[in-house]
């Protein structure tokens, strides 16, 4: 797998821009907190312009990706990353580190265009049957940075400073997107021959999902394990304190099982990724996140809550590896930019939602209830795919004709 020069390309480049962000990320956090004194509102802010493009700017991202060439649109997105990196670190040395929202915002727009073109080019030059290997790739480079990103960020900073996190941040963009130019030239499309409109262009993408049984599925299972994820994602600090006792400064040993666990299960997939059917996958992380999530919420016992968490951070990998690998599969080339652009919002504007009301239903119900709550949600994101297993997914797999044949 590692052979193929576009899965090792990319990934090599992932990594600097996966260590950039976490880099940029907690070095403007701890000084935005040092330049406020801690205040809520420009806390809560980071993650608003980190969150929001995701909603406005995925389905352009992905439009624009299916229309132009995907080697040339990635290495423009990190060159132009770490010229807004560059352009706000020049700006704060007189003193405007409001400026510091800016420098967020438009990397996380122009991920919105990386993104989905990473995935087209795997499409176009990646073997079927790799695929699922290269997501685990993905899966497994994400929870390593889950694990050390925080450190490394904290270190850089409390070392050395914002100047030097944010000129750090900039030479790993640049580097990314010289890692990119390696590859091969993008190959010329035919389709950029018709004199198609962009708004044209972006409705077709969503008629296609919309038409395409296999995918409207999939889209409720992205509904779903979202909107689970975001109602326990704020609460496991309260299940340190309430639940187990402990002081919230235990915490960390928590988040660390679970990503370490993440990390593990992501490398398991990458082992198995022949021997197993995505919808298999994503069976199984739907089925033991369902329970993990409840026993966690209901546990009040450190052993076993700590078990819950390193089963379901191992677990998790398999539903967004299953997921993402489904959908590459039973989507076209031509539409994968649009699709991807259509699913991420549904994921990530659930998981918000979910977190914005967590608080609520915990102070309303109780803490139990809402992880009660998170694991149903789960479970009902297995039961909504069930049937596309037996009927469609299974024909899909076997048959790539039968992928772009399908449509409801």
Same mark, same amino acid.
């Given at each position: 797998?590692?052979? +193929?020069?576009?899965?090792?390309? =990319?990934?090599?480049?992932?990594?600097?821009?996966?260590?950039?962000?976490?880099? $940029?990320?907690?070095? =403007?956090? *701890?000084?935005?907190?040092?330049?406020?004194?801690?205040?809520? *509102?420009?806390?809560?802010?980071?993650? #608003?312009?980190?969150?929001?493009?995701?909603?406005?700017?995925?389905?352009?991202?992905?439009?624009?990706?299916? $229309?132009?060439?995907?080697? $040339?649109?990635?290495?423009?997105?990190?060159?132009?990353?770490?010229?807004?990196? =560059?352009?706000?670190?020049?700006? @704060? *040395?007189?003193?405007?580190?409001?400026?510091?929202?800016?420098?967020?915002?438009?990397?996380? @727009?122009?991920?919105?265009?990386?993104?989905?073109?990473?995935?087209? *080019?795997?499409?176009?030059?990646?073997?079927?049957?790799?695929?699922?290997?290269?997501?685990?790739?993905?899966?497994?480079?994400?929870?390593?940075?889950? #694990? @050390?990103?925080? &450190?490394?960020?904290?270190?850089?900073?409390?070392?050395?400073?914002?100047?030097?996190?944010? !000129?750090?941040?900039?030479?790993?963009?640049?580097?990314?997107?010289?890692?990119?130019?390696?590859?091969?030239?993008?190959?010329?499309?035919?389709?950029?021959?018709?004199?198609?409109?962009?708004?044209?262009?972006?409705?077709?993408?969503?008629?296609?999902?919309?038409?395409?049984?296999?995918?409207?599925?999939?889209?409720?299972?992205?509904?779903?394990?979202?909107?689970?994820?975001?109602?326990?994602?704020?609460?496991?600090?309260?299940?340190?304190?309430?639940?187990?006792?402990?002081?919230?400064?235990?915490?960390?040993?928590?988040?660390?099982?679970?990503? !370490?666990?993440?990390?593990?299960?992501?490398?398991?997939?990458?082992? =198995?990724?022949?021997?197993?059917?995505?919808?298999?996958?994503?069976?199984?992380?739907?089925?033991?996140?369902?329970?993990?999530?409840?026993?966690?919420?209901?546990?009040?016992?450190?052993?076993?809550?700590?078990?819950?968490?390193?089963?379901?951070?191992?677990?998790?990998?398999?539903?967004?590896?299953? /997921? +993402?690998?489904? &959908?590459?599969? +039973?989507?076209?080339?031509?539409?994968?930019?649009?699709?991807?652009?259509?699913?991420?919002?549904?994921?990530?504007?659930?998981?918000?939602?979910?977190?914005?009301?967590?608080?609520?239903?915990?102070?309303?119900?109780?803490?139990?209830?809402?992880?009660? &709550?998170?694991?149903?949600?789960?479970? /009902?994101? &297995?039961?909504?795919?069930?049937?596309?297993?037996?009927?469609?997914?299974?024909? !899909? #797999?076997?048959?790539?004709?039968?992928?772009?044949?399908?449509?409801?």
């Amino acid at each position: 797998m590692f052979k +193929n020069p576009y899965v090792r390309t =990319i990934i090599s480049s992932r990594v600097l821009i996966h260590l950039g962000i976490w880099v $940029r990320n907690f070095a =403007i956090l *701890l000084y935005v907190t040092d330049m406020t004194h801690n205040d809520p *509102l420009y806390v809560s802010l980071i993650s #608003v312009v980190e969150y929001a493009p995701i909603f406005i700017f995925a389905i352009i991202g992905g439009t624009f990706a299916d $229309r132009s060439k995907p080697r $040339r649109t990635m290495i423009g997105s990190d060159m132009l990353s770490a010229l807004s990196i =560059i352009t706000v670190l020049l700006v @704060i *040395l007189y003193g405007a580190w409001h400026a510091l929202f800016f420098a967020t915002l438009i990397s996380s @727009i122009l991920s919105q265009f990386s993104q989905p073109s990473a995935m087209k *080019l795997y499409k176009q030059h990646v073997p079927e049957e790799q695929l699922q290997a290269v997501m685990g790739i993905y899966q497994t480079l994400t929870a390593v940075f889950v #694990v @050390i990103g925080p &450190m490394v960020g904290t270190f850089i900073y409390q070392q050395y400073g914002l100047e030097v996190a944010l !000129a750090i941040t900039a030479v790993l963009f640049l580097g990314a997107g010289w890692i990119l130019s390696w590859l091969p030239k993008d190959a010329e499309d035919v389709r950029q021959e018709q004199k198609t409109h962009f708004m044209q262009d972006l409705k077709d993408g969503l008629h296609y999902v919309w038409r395409k049984r296999e995918l409207r599925a999939l889209g409720g299972a992205f509904v779903f394990s979202g909107f689970a994820a975001g109602l326990v994602q704020p609460m496991l600090i309260f299940v340190t304190m309430e639940n187990l006792g402990l002081d919230k400064g235990q915490l960390k040993w928590m988040m660390m099982a679970n990503g !370490a666990a993440m990390l593990v299960g992501g490398a398991v997939v990458m082992g =198995i990724a022949k021997k197993i059917k995505p919808q298999t996958l994503l069976t199984l992380g739907l089925t033991v996140s369902t329970f993990t999530t409840i026993g966690l919420g209901f546990s009040v016992s450190v052993p076993l809550s700590m078990s819950c968490q390193v089963l379901g951070g191992f677990f998790y990998p398999f539903i967004m590896i299953g /997921i +993402n690998t489904l &959908m590459i599969k +039973n989507t076209e080339g031509a539409f994968i930019g649009r699709v991807g652009g259509v699913m991420t919002p549904l994921f990530m504007g659930m998981m918000v939602i979910g977190m914005s009301i967590a608080g609520i239903l915990k102070s309303a119900l109780s803490l139990s209830t809402v992880y009660l &709550m998170s694991g149903c949600l789960f479970f /009902i994101g &297995m039961l909504v795919l069930l049937p596309l297993y037996r009927k469609h997914v299974q024909g !899909a #797999v076997e048959s790539p004709r039968v992928v772009q044949d399908s449509e409801a």
